[in-house]
């Protein structure tokens, strides 16, 4: 979810994503074994993710029904 007009983003590092929950592109999902999957999102052109070394995002999914829960991860 992106935030509104005029709302201040809250960074809490180098990494170029804010605190607040955004939306990005998914541009593909690579199978790693049988219970992990490398996801690839999308930023701009030339833009660097700039996450620290001890970094990790944390990513939730849009349910697309109401049998569906929402799932969030690191």
Not at 22 to 35: A, F, G, I, M, R
Not at 46 to 71: I, K, R, T, W
């Amino acid at each position: 979810m992106s935030a509104g007009a005029g709302d201040t983003l809250e960074y809490a590092s180098s990494c170029v994503i804010p605190t607040t929950w955004q939306k990005y592109q998914l541009t593909s999902v690579v199978p790693y074994n049988h219970d992990t999957s490398i996801f690839e999102f999308g930023l701009e052109d030339g833009q660097s993710l700039s996450l620290p070394v001890c970094g990790c995002l944390l990513m939730a999914n849009v349910p697309s029904s109401e049998d569906e829960a929402e799932q969030i991860r690191p």
